[in-house]
């Protein structure tokens, strides 16, 4: 498997006569067949989100929507973490999200907890997939602890959440869906905060740099995070750790034809 895909790889980055805007590597995914990538490293049951609790993301068409944004500048997003063999993306994509509007709004950067979300949203499967909208009605319902106090594990365990030492357990007081399928409302969005999304992750398995536009199918199956945007491209945070991508980061073609990711982006909301 090791070699086939090298073989592809090479052969990929070789091409002078593609118009390439992106290159490929080979990772810790390389010597995994299939099913073992997608069994252990994505995870995404977002497709099949029951959403009539979630409220729709509304935007001011009037309002100066920035030319290009990148959270990470303004100090809203954590460093990059690593799911590890855990489908457990749906628990970084929520998460990542969260820790950016919490910084846009309290000015403290605080790593929330995916463990407490893997052991403890029982209408997802831990590492064996989940749904972010049941991650966010959890959150709203019973809150999420601090890393810290719930390290990851990548693995599920026995729900224990506790009272945590550095911070009360946070509730968010809604969550809401960006659109869906409308790239104005996702643009409008990420220019406020992170939003959680959700992809076709076959294309990008060895993605390594450059803007992808290598198309992606419209089923779904890995959630990750937009935060910020360029002129063409959506800036991305993943959770399979800096060996991937751009240090843990990829641009990805702002076309929905391409690659769609407007399905069900969602945002978690404060309640201050």
Request: charged share 20%; with cysteine; proline share 4%.
């Amino acid at each position: 498997m090791f070699e086939k895909h090298a073989k592809y790889i090479d052969a990929f980055n070789s091409d002078s006569s593609s118009n390439r805007t992106y290159t490929l590597a080979l990772n810790a995914f390389s010597d995994l067949t299939d099913e073992e990538f997608f069994g252990l490293y994505t995870g995404s049951n977002t497709q099949f989100d029951s959403l009539t609790n979630a409220s729709i993301f509304t935007y001011n068409k009037t309002v100066n929507i920035a030319p290009s944004v990148d959270w990470r500048t303004q100090g809203a997003v954590t460093p990059i973490k690593n799911q590890r063999g855990c489908g457990s993306c749906w628990a970084f994509a929520t998460v990542a999200a969260l820790e950016g509007i919490y910084k846009i709004k309290t000015g403290m950067l605080v790593p929330f907890s995916e463990q407490n979300l893997i052991d403890c949203v029982q209408k997802n499967h831990g590492c064996s997939g989940g749904s972010m909208a049941n991650t966010y009605e959890y959150m709203k319902s019973t809150g999420i602890t601090v890393e810290i106090d719930y390290p990851y594990e990548a693995k599920q365990g026995q729900c224990r959440v506790k009272r945590p030492v550095a911070i009360p357990i946070l509730t968010i007081k809604d969550h809401k869906v960006v659109g869906p399928r409308d790239v104005n409302a996702l643009l409008a969005a990420v220019n406020q905060q992170p939003v959680s999304v959700n992809i076709d992750s076959t294309g990008i398995r060895h993605y390594s740099s450059g803007v992808y536009d290598g198309g992606c199918s419209s089923k779904t199956n890995h959630d990750l995070t937009v935060i910020g945007y360029g002129p063409n491209y959506w800036l991305i945070k993943n959770s399979w750790g800096e060996s991937w991508g751009e240090k843990g980061y990829m641009k990805l073609l702002r076309d929905e034809k391409s690659c769609p990711i407007t399905t069900v982006p969602q945002i978690p909301i404060l309640s201050f």
